[in-house]
């Protein structure tokens, strides 16, 4: 019989979700229900509200949030932008991301633990039901490493078919921030071949849901997202962290151990145990699988179960709590931390402008997005009245939530005059573009050699909307 060949250990682990034998490592960790996470649950269930509730909120007859990549529109909260607001749309996202250096600057990984998705979702809907169905943390392993007997088939079909209904679910509130659920209901009633487009992307999008808080959970955290590595450039000595107190906890020693020391005098040169007992609770409640009492480390997503299963061992061994705590790398080594410091105000002030920026944009932005240009073709033409005239393009956008009229008009120079190719007034709908053309035609002896500049404006319901300017071309 031919034996398999030895597995090769690595010496050391790599990341907390892979055995030395390159295998996955699966979590099972045990939640401490202290004030912490209390505190979270309350946050996450109020998180998970606004998200589900958010798309069927609307302002000023559009949804809340509308990212329709389709028509290129996007909708924040009753202002929608287009891709012509570029500066508007780049101000924006600037505002995101310096609001993202600046929190973490702060506050270190709190968002991680406290208010993304991926840790939200995971730990306050789909590891509780798996506990409800599969049982705690150890009944689960011993599962996962059984036979395949008839009640863990049981068990596990229960459990994914639950998470199959709820990743479903997830799928379509997550699609409708892009297509609304008006649009998204009447695709639903809709057979596959009338919609065979949404049936696909709602099979892509409930998989990868699915697949990522069925089967990936904390590799998204450790593995995939980005941010764990961005954390080491936009946090420093003074940002908050979560913690172990070295100072405090050091020389570890179980309640066994210190019982055989019996007696420790201080005075004769006898080191003390620290106030860690070695538990080693705070590993078994960490959800990426880390040992807190290491430093800090890039799988930790501050989502202070350490600080809750710490906090409930203090008490029982009649020690202070906060061996495990927010804190800062100075304020463990006994340094002041400091709040204002340079990389502080420089991401406040920026963000100050920044935001100012673009509340100013906001404000000074008009109804009617207007893009004047040029027609194709030749510069400009002689009627067989002898007048010069000027064909122009207009791109116009309604930025209202109604559809509205509007007239053309020259304002400058006076004896200039317009006419609108198509229909006048111009239909305006709510959000759409229209594009027309115009023909401006001059009288020769009005027109000084070679041009000269012309003001337009556009009104609806007598008022004056937008007074584009383009300069006429005639001859030398």
Not at 234 to 249: A, F, Q
Not at 329 to 336: F, G, I, R, V, Y
Not at 432 to 461: C, F, N, Y
Request: proline share 7%; aromatic share 10%; glycine share 8%.
């Amino acid at each position: 019989m031919n034996t398999p060949p030895p597995v090769l250990e690595s010496p050391e682990a790599v990341l907390t979700t892979l055995g030395r034998d390159g295998k996955r490592r699966w979590m099972y960790p045990t939640p401490s229900k202290g004030s912490k996470y209390r505190a979270r649950q309350v946050l996450g269930w109020a998180l998970i509200a606004f998200f589900v509730g958010l798309p069927w909120v609307k302002i000023g007859g559009r949804p809340a949030i509308l990212l329709d990549i389709a028509a290129r529109e996007f909708t924040f909260f009753g202002l929608t932008l287009h891709p012509t607001d570029t500066l508007l749309l780049m101000v924006f996202l600037l505002t995101v991301l310096l609001s993202v250096f600046f929190v973490t600057a702060l506050f270190g990984r709190v968002w991680c633990g406290w208010g993304c998705p991926q840790t939200v979702y995971l730990e306050f809907v789909y590891r509780p039901i798996e506990r409800l169905i599969e049982g705690k943390e150890g009944a689960r392993r011993k599962l996962d490493q059984g036979p395949w007997t008839r009640e863990k088939m049981i068990r596990k079909g229960l459990k994914y078919g639950v998470f199959l209904l709820i990743s479903l679910f997830l799928a379509h509130t997550f699609v409708a921030y892009f297509v609304g659920w008006e649009r998204l209901l009447e695709w639903m009633g809709k057979s596959p071949a009338e919609a065979p487009g949404y049936f696909v992307m709602m099979i892509l999008t409930t998989a990868l849901v699915y697949f990522d808080f069925g089967f990936f959970r904390e590799q998204m955290c450790t593995i995939t997202c980005p941010y764990a590595r961005f954390q080491s450039v936009l946090m420093d000595r003074n940002s908050l962290i979560v913690s172990y107190d070295p100072n405090r906890g050091e020389p570890r020693g179980t309640a066994r151990a210190r019982k055989q020391a019996g007696p420790l005098n201080l005075e004769d040169g006898t080191v003390s145990f620290g106030d860690c007992v070695d538990c080693g609770a705070c590993v078994r409640t960490c959800p990426t699988g880390i040992d807190i009492r290491e430093g800090l480390q890039m799988e930790c997503v501050a989502c202070t179960q350490c600080i809750d299963a710490c906090n409930e061992i203090m008490d029982a061994v009649d020690k202070p709590r906060g061996l495990i705590r927010f804190t800062s790398e100075n304020a463990l080594d006994q340094k002041p931390t400091r709040v204002a410091r340079p990389r502080v105000l420089a991401y406040g002030v920026i963000l100050v402008l920044l935001s100012a920026t673009f509340v100013g944009l906001v404000i000074n932005r008009g109804p009617l997005e207007v893009d004047l240009a040029r027609a194709s073709g030749t510069t400009y033409q002689i009627t067989n009245d002898g007048d010069v005239a000027n064909r122009l393009r207009f791109r116009l956008r309604n930025r209202t939530a109604e559809e509205v009229h509007a007239e053309v008009r020259v304002v400058s120079p006076e004896a200039a005059s317009v006419q609108v190719v198509g229909q006048h007034p111009i239909l305006l709908p709510a959000g759409d573009p229209v594009r027309i053309e115009v023909w401006i035609t001059m009288p020769p002896e009005e027109m000084p050699s070679g041009g000269m500049p012309l003001t337009l404006e556009l009104v609806v319901d007598g008022e004056v909307w937008a007074t584009p300017s383009i300069g006429l071309m005639g001859p030398q």
